[in-house]
């Protein structure tokens, strides 16, 4: 069965240090989002990602956040200088524009920032 | 804003027991409703969804009414089993956009 995958599963970074995290969505999906998950906090939507441009953004999403779809394979989600507060479980997500709303999620990136 | 409420977990049950997980929303218009589960170690899989009232939504013996006026979407089971412990995730989205909102979600420890 076709799966999301997210690499690393597992991320360590300093403050103020730029990271990448890196999701392999379905390939036939068109829509790819973000969501993060602080520790014993809700999901929280960040962004969504569709025709090579954002499509929806949260209060979350501001200008340290950027995603971009590099190749035909690739969604990625950058943040450019971390700080502490982005320490979160980050999930990938795709969908088929055919089924709507159903999201399919990936294992996530926990994403330490010392 | 939209919001959604769940019970606070853990829930531990004796398999075979009957399960309910509360979920409340609030939100403008007719969203769509949505149980995710979260098996360790994996992500969120759809479990069932609803996207107009009075529908109920079902999948491996879980089922979910959205009751549009107590703006409930509970979760139920009639007789859970071990391999259903997991992390379950009521959520929504607004009508016309995809961007889901989540509770806080309620794990779920079934004992043999």
């Known amino acids: 069965e076709p799966e999301v995958t997210q690499t690393p599963s597992h991320q360590v970074t300093q403050m103020g240090q730029e990271v990448i995290l890196r999701c392999v969505p379905i390939?036939?999906?068109?829509?790819f989002y973000w969501y993060r998950q602080i520790l014993g906090q809700k999901v929280e939507f960040l962004v969504s990602f569709y025709n090579n441009e954002i499509s929806e953004k949260s209060e979350i999403f501001d200008d340290q956040f950027s995603v971009e779809r590099p190749d035909g394979s690739n969604f990625t989600l950058k943040i450019r200088s971390t700080k502490l507060e982005d320490s979160a479980m980050y999930f990938c997500a795709s969908s088929d524009e055919q089924v709507s709303y159903e999201q399919y999620f990936g294992p996530g990136t926990r994403l330490t920032v010392t | 804003g939209n919001s959604v409420t769940q019970m606070e977990g853990p829930v531990t049950l004796s398999e075979e027991a009957f399960l309910t997980i509360n979920c409340t929303y609030t939100?403008?218009?007719?969203?769509?409703l949505f149980w995710y589960v979260q098996y360790p170690g994996e992500g969120l899989q759809l479990l069932l969804k609803?996207?107009?009232?009075?529908d109920k939504g079902s999948n491996k013996g879980f089922e979910a009414t959205y009751r549009k006026e107590t703006t409930s979407f509970h979760l139920e089971k009639g007789s859970v089993q071990v391999s259903d412990s997991a992390v379950y995730f009521c959520a929504l989205s607004k009508t016309g956009r995809r961007a889901l909102t989540f509770g806080s979600g309620t794990r779920l420890q079934v004992q043999p």
């Open positions: 609803a996207t107009k009232a009075d």
């Open positions: 390939s036939n999906h068109l829509y």
């Open positions: 939100a403008t218009g007719y969203p769509s």
